[in-house]
């Protein structure tokens, strides 16, 4: 994603994402949930898209609290689906609500979501990616790939040059250990 560090310091809409948040390690349940329902969101769209409507999920979406997503029924989908807001898109929207779900029951096996993924590393992406799609759904290899990177679990988010970079090392991602 070395594109990504050229252009996006100083961009309105991407700086803060970059400097800030890409790459840095998340334990946080809510957070992650945040970000695999924003990667699932972006499939087939701009990055960008999905950063300017970061809000509109938010609010659409509890404040990405799994818990009342995972009870999120037809009415709660019918209101997504008619907001501008957001990604207006019903597979999308009924993967967050499953993924939620999962989320649950990673709680009961492994404590959260976030053990659960400590419990798989490390894994080669390949693997990740077989793994993510048997227990989630809207699963591709970008999916995984972006959303693996972009909380630190799988190297490739910054250049070696770029100076989020020394950041997010400091901040000791699961890849480096």
């Known amino acids: 994603m ?5 252009y996006a310091p100083g961009n309105p809409i991407h700086a803060s994402y970059h400097d800030e948040e890409y790459g840095f390690p998340l334990t946080d349940e809510t957070a992650l ?4 329902v924003l990667e699932i969101a972006q499939a087939g769209l701009s ?3 999905i950063l300017k409507k970061r809000e509109g999920f938010r609010r659409r979406l509890a404040g990405f609290e799994v818990d009342k997503v995972a009870a999120f029924g037809s009415p709660e989908i019918e209101s997504y689906l008619g ?18 779900k999962v989320i649950q029951g990673l709680r009961e096996s492994h404590g959260s979501f976030h053990a659960w993924i400590e419990a798989q590393h490390p894994l080669a992406k390949e693997d990740w990616v ?7 759904k809207f699963m591709g290899p970008e999916i995984v790939g972006e959303f693996l990177m972009s909380t630190g679990v ?5 250049r070696d040059d770029c100076p989020t970079q020394k950041r997010v090392l400091a901040a000791k991602p699961m890849w480096k250990r």
């Open 2 to 6: 070395s594109g990504y560090c050229d």
């Open 83 to 100: 907001d501008p807001e957001v990604i207006r898109n019903r597979l999308k929207i009924q993967a967050f609500i499953h993924n939620a």
């Open 154 to 158: 799988l190297p490739g988010a910054h």
């Open 33 to 36: 949930f945040e970000r695999l």
């Open 130 to 136: 077989k793994l993510f799609r048997k227990t989630f």
């Open 47 to 49: 990055w960008e898209l």
